[in-house]
Structures are given as C-alpha cells and as structure tokens.
C-alpha cells in the first residue's frame, strides 16, 4: 500500500514539474536543457476530468452488471427499449401543435392538399325506405324504418325486429327456432287445445324467447292474445298466449317460414356510381376520412405493430409469416374506390366494400355496359388480370382504399365478332349514365 501511495505521488510530482524537469529535482531547480540530438520530450497528456472519471466509473458498472449475460448488444431487449423510446419521442412531439414533424392523419392531410374529394362521404341505402344515410345514421333510421312498418304490415314488421334489434345471432336463431317449434305442434294438433296455450312464465319461454325484443309483437301479430288464466293446482291465475279461434293453420305455416328465413335488416353501400370524362387524373384518389377505418383503438394497434417491425427485423420470418403481414395491413381498410377505364377513356367509378369479392365488381361494371351480354376482362396496375369466377376479396388483391383498373373486351370474342363484320359500340357505357358524365378535378 506504501509503495502504491509512492507511486501517485510520483504520478502527480511528475505532471506538475513540466517538461525538461526530473523527479529528483526540486520543485525550484532547471535542469539544463537536453542536446538537440535527443528527442525531445512529448508533453504529457491531460488526467480527465472529474465529470468524464464519474462517467467512465458509471460505464464500467454497468458492462460489470451486463458481463454475467451472454446476449449480444443486438438483443431484442434493446431493440424493443430504442423502438419504445423513438415511439415516446414521437407521441410527445405529435401532442404539441407547434412542434416541428407533426404528422396528420392520412384523410386530415389530404383534405388539406385538396378540397376535391373523389367522394364526398360513404353513404348507405336503406333497404326499407331507399333513402340516402351516413354512416352514423344507418342503425336509429332502420329501426326508425322498421317501427313504421308496423301500421303497414305488423307481422313482417315484427319478424324484421326480431332479427334486426337484437344483436346476438346465436341467441336470435334459438329463440327463432323455439317459436316456430310452437308453431308446429299447432299446426300438426289443431284440435288440441294444450298445444294453442303457451304459458309465459315457462322457463324455457323466459329464456329463450322473452330476452328478445319483438317477440311479443311477433305473438300478437299473427293473432296470439295475452290473457290470465288458473294454474295447474287451480289456485292462482298465470298469463298465457292464447291462439285467436279465426286464425288459420295455413297462415301459421305461412309466417312460421318467414320467420325462420328472415335476415337482419342492414343498410347496402351505395356505390355512387359516377361516370368522368378521360382525364390524366385519372390515378389520382383524394379519399375522405371514413375510408381509412382507423378509431383510436385501432391507432394505437398500428403504433404497436411500428414497435413490432422494428423487432422482426432482427428474426428470420418465413414466407407465410410475410402474407400473413401483408394481409393485416390491408385489413386496415374497410371501403375501396375503384375506377375502371374504358376503351374510349371514360372512367366509372364506385365504392366498394374492401372484403367484398370480385364478382361484385364484375356485376357493377356490367349493370352500367350497353352490351353487357358479351365477356370483358379487367385489368389492375401492372397487368394483373382480375377473374370473375375467383372468389377474391378485393382487399386480397390489392385493391384498397383505392385503384384504377382497365377494361377490354375478351380479345376472342371480339375476334369473332370482326370476323362476322360486326364490332362493339364505340360507347361503352349506357346512354343515361353518359348523360350525367362529369368532368373530373
């Protein structure tokens, strides 16, 4: 420890003297200066400071920890830890509005690029009513819809309530099921007068047919009374329905099959089917905010999967982990706009479903031909030719949010064709949808 002490001493007398000095020199004395065929002394360098020895100490503690793990620098570990801190970085910048690289939303940008939309909105029809909905109206006007239906034909208006109101389709179907069972002892026993009684407190009623709504109404419809009646020990009364003596087994067959093959009453896509004159623009999809289906939940699902990508990058992912990739980013999307150019460069353009197959986008690109008899084919970007008779979500191909596809007539049919003398119309489109073309902007 002495000869340690020595040693510092040393160290620091030997710093202090400055160059040409000796150790054994006091402090006060010169020595003469060395010959110029000796090297001259290079001067010492400087001790760190006290704020690098503190971060030098802290470092070796920390690889003195790290030493017992053999995991490289590379560890996933780390990589999630700089992933969490650039996302943290990233959610602190985009919260303040002055911050420099606020990044909007992808709707939010470009409505501020451009005030033309390629569609205004996604608008829905309702099936009962036809009338024009948002998205946020659909469910209170259907059953807006359905409750009117009831002065018109109560009995359809119950059976659409059924299926409609109540969301559970398990619970629906058993219900639905139990009550045509009524139905058919009814039907097969018309003279026995148990089978025309259903007794409402039966613990099978309560649990499978009194938790739906429209139910009742449906009992009451098709000529069920509610009426208090004594119990089996004569005591007390219970309510039952009772079936009305005009009512018809015939008619019971009749609303039993169209309860069981109703379906829940859903607002359709409107297509906003529009057709635009040839245009270089043609490629260019300004789409408003509700064809990117991505609520708060799903924001943070996509910052999640961010943090994710980093880490996958250090793992080798097969082939079918890359699909399986790819089709969770197309599912972000819930509605595609499509538009397919035609041979005299017209476009129609409409809105689809993005999980809706291909043979929809046939049917509508048919609808809206003059010879809509005669095999086409479409085309997307980069030659990939879509089949009608492949039950393709369009999602699946690559047709979301938004894509313009090609038109052009089976190249055999339309050899045929010229062979006999005779070739296509030159207008592709019928004559009322080409009255309302429009300019695109």
Not at 147 to 164: C, E, N, R, Y
Not at 239 to 244: I, K, M, R, T
Not at 375 to 387: D, T
């Amino acid at each position: 420890m002495k000869k340690f002490f020595q040693e510092i001493k040393a160290d620091i007398k030997f710093k202090s003297a400055g160059p040409g000095q000796k150790l054994t020199d006091s402090a006060g004395e010169k020595t003469p200066k060395e010959k110029s065929s000796q090297p001259a002394v290079r001067p010492p360098r400087q001790g760190p400071t006290d704020e690098a020895q503190m971060a030098a100490a802290a470092a070796l503690a920390r690889l003195e920890q790290k030493q017992p793990r053999t995991r490289g620098p590379m560890s996933q570990d780390s990589i999630r830890n700089q992933v969490r801190k650039e996302l943290q970085a990233e959610a602190t910048a985009s919260g303040s509005p002055d911050s420099p690289g606020t990044n909007n939303t992808v709707p939010e940008s470009k409505e501020e690029v451009s005030p033309h939309l390629a569609v205004p909105d996604v608008y829905f029809k309702c099936p009962i009513t036809g009338a024009t909905l948002r998205r946020d109206q659909r469910d209170a006007r259907i059953k807006e819809a359905i409750l009117s239906h009831f002065s018109t034909d109560p009995v359809a208006a119950s059976i659409m309530k059924v299926h409609t109101f109540n969301r559970d389709r398990d619970r629906v179907k058993l219900g639905v099921d139990t009550i045509a069972k009524y139905l058919d002892n009814i039907i097969l026993h018309p003279k026995e007068e148990k089978y025309q009684r259903i007794k409402l407190q039966n613990k099978v009623f309560q649990e499978r047919i009194n938790c739906l709504e429209g139910t009742h109404d449906f009992f009451k419809a098709i000529g069920f009374q509610k009426m208090l009646l004594p119990g089996p020990d004569q005591e007390g009364q219970e309510e039952f329905y009772v079936l009305g003596e005009a009512v018809k087994p015939q008619s019971l067959e009749r609303h039993k099959e169209q309860l069981l093959r109703t379906q829940p009453v859903r607002a359709t896509l409107d297509r906003q089917r529009r057709v635009f004159r040839p245009s270089v623009l043609a490629s260019h999809f300004d789409l408003p905010p509700d064809f990117f289906s991505l609520t708060a939940e799903e924001a943070k699902r996509e910052q999640r999967f961010r943090a994710e990508a980093v880490e996958r990058l250090s793992v080798l992912r097969t082939k079918a982990m890359r699909e399986r990739e790819e089709q969770r980013e197309q599912r972000k999307y819930t509605y595609a706009l499509l538009r397919v150019r035609l041979p005299d460069g017209c476009l129609l353009q409409g809105t689809f479903y993005a999980r809706e197959r291909l043979p929809a986008l046939f049917e509508f690109v048919r609808e809206a031909l003059q010879e809509h008899w005669l095999p086409f084919e479409l085309l997307a970007l980069g030659g990939q030719k879509l089949a009608e008779d492949e039950n393709v979500a369009l999602n699946e191909c690559g047709l979301v949010p938004s894509a313009l596809l090609t038109f052009s007539w089976d190249l055999a049919v339309l050899e045929d064709m010229r062979a006999a003398g005779a070739e296509p119309n030159k207008s592709v489109l019928k004559p009322e949808l080409l009255a309302a073309i429009e300019q695109l902007c």
